[in-house]
């Protein structure tokens, strides 16, 4: 169906503007109204704001709008504080108070809950916002440990920063408010050793240059590491990068590459060489350790991922006697957190890479009650009931597409008296909670977690228990 016949049953049309009142908000945080009860959606919008905005694209069921001129303002609407917003599409709710932004992210695990999953018999706490433990208050700004820009050139001008609000274009970044400051001073340093050194840029379109993005990452004693990620084995001037960095940034400490050969927008690939220094660094939740690599999966929130952890250990209660069982356990970061208040923990990741990095994380913080399994979990549950391991506590922490219906059935196979819900993804969750609930299970309640300030996304814990 092509869009002139779309446009052509809907009451409004591409170029149409419309004055109109927004309703409420939709899951990445842009403002909804409606037209003859067609949706038209439109970002930066807040709910019981009068807007002046431009239809930019006709759907069969919606359109999307941009926002042309603010009529009436809502008691919601904040002024940003951060010079490159609304262009930079690293962040959507800079312009919403931190209050509405913590009700908006409890509120969508609400509407989730009720209206995919079916469950209205379950307590949703309110969201616990990021704190500053000096100053006593909640605080949005200089979180992030780790950022991953594409990198683009503009006449002999070299950027590297976040994608403008729906398009591939690449907002230059000199200072991010949600970065932590060494990032920043990271992230000039490379710029200008690319600039210096005339390093080719990767254009997405041809397949053509070498640099595709710049990455960095700080650990908890404010070292650094650098990652150059090009669509090449090698980095010209890679030798003298390495000395220019080194002289730039003090904390530096390790400088890598990356190799990412495949035409797709994976950041990553699978090879990375050690340009210069160590091959990790080092952050830190709660009381452990962890090395950090490249390629590590690791939050990038240091501070909500203690209080998320801290959460599911409360919704765990263990005693020190129990079996837990961690689900999609990654690089074993709960894993470790878990075990020192339980008889054993074992972790399931089909990654295989990051078991390597769990089993160094146990080692380097004296963890010996886990043990760490690769595999599908479809696979290695039957194995462990066939050799009579019965877990009392079942965490789950799936990728945003949340769990597979024959993983969720294998589980509750094993009989725990409880499972909890990590989720990044309120949808999937609420469809998880449904199949839960057939299994014969009951969710009791549900923690949001505001882990991405600034941005609309929301984590939470469930704590679910067996009928």
């Known amino acids: 169906m092509n869009m002139k016949t779309e446009s052509q049953k809907s009451p409004v049309k591409i170029g149409d503007e419309i004055k109109i009142k927004i309703d409420r908000l939709g899951t990445n945080g842009e403002g909804i109204a409606r037209i003859e009860n067609f949706t038209i959606f439109i970002p930066l919008a807040l709910p019981d ?20 001129k603010l009529i009436h303002a809502g008691s919601t609407r904040e002024t940003p504080i951060c010079p490159y917003y609304p262009a930079c599409g690293g962040c959507n ?14 509120d969508q695990i609400v509407d989730a809950v009720e209206r995919i999953g079916k469950i209205t018999d379950v307590k949703i706490l309110p969201t616990l916002e990021m704190m500053n433990p000096d100053l006593k208050m909640h605080t949005s700004l200089f979180y992030r440990n780790k950022f991953q820009f594409p990198v683009g050139i503009h006449g002999k001008k070299i950027l590297a920063g976040c994608f403008a609000r729906g398009t591939h274009d690449i907002v ?30 990767y254009n997405e379109d041809r397949h053509t240059g070498i640099l595709r993005h710049l990455m960095g990452r700080v650990g908890f004693d404010g070292a650094l590491m650098a990652v150059f990620v090009t669509s090449k084995d090698s980095l010209p001037h890679s030798k003298e990068i390495c000395k220019f960095l080194r002289d730039r940034v003090p904390n530096l400490k390790s400088i890598q590459q990356n190799i990412q050969p495949q035409r797709n927008n994976v950041i990553l690939g699978r ?26 999966f690791f939050q990038v929130n240091t501070t909500q ?27 074993g970061t709960i894993s ?33 009650n886990v043990e760490f399994l690769i595999g599908d979990a479809n696979f290695l549950v039957p194995k462990l009931l066939h050799d009579e391991i019965y877990p009392d506590v079942i965490i789950v922490d799936p990728p945003r597409a949340g769990c597979e219906s024959k993983v969720l059935e294998t ?25 839960l609930k057939e299994l014969g299970f009951i969710t009791k309640k549900i ?8 941005t609309s996304h929301v984590e939470s814990v469930s704590l679910i228990l067996r009928k």
């Not at 709710?93 to 409890?106: D, N, P, T, V």
């Not at 589980?411 to 199949?435: F, G, H, Q």
């Not at 923690?447 to 300030?453: S, T």
Request: glycine fraction near 2%.
């Open 93 to 106: 709710l800079w312009h919403m108070k931190h209050s509405a932004q913590m009700k908006f992210k409890r």
């Open 49 to 68: 704001e009068i807007v002046l905005a431009k239809i930019v694209e006709v759907k069969k069921n919606y359109a999307i709008a941009e926002l042309k």
């Open 271 to 296: 090879q990375t060489k050690i340009l210069w220094g160590s091959e990790s660094i080092t952050d830190r939740i709660g009381e452990f350790e962890f090395q950090i690599s490249a390629r590590s």
């Open 411 to 435: 589980l509750a196979k094993m009989n725990p008296r409880k499972i909890i819900y990590v989720s990044c993804n309120p949808a999937t969750l609420a469809r998880d909670l449904e199949i």
């Open 447 to 454: 923690q949001p977690v505001d882990m991405f300030p600034m």
């Open 336 to 368: 470790i957190f878990l075990a020192k208040h339980a008889r054993k923990v074992f972790g399931i990741e089909i990654v295989s890479s990051a078991i390597q990095d769990a089993w160094k994380n146990a080692r380097s913080n004296r963890i010996r």
């Open 172 to 201: 230059n970044i000199e200072r991010c408010l949600i970065q932590r400051s060494e990032n920043d001073q990271l992230l000039q340093a490379m710029r200008d050793a690319v600039e210096k050194f005339q390093i080719p840029i």
């Open 305 to 331: 991922a203690e209080v998320l952890y801290r959460k599911v250990l409360e919704f765990a209660e263990l005693n020190g006697s129990e079996i837990v069982l961690d689900s999609y356990c990654g690089t």
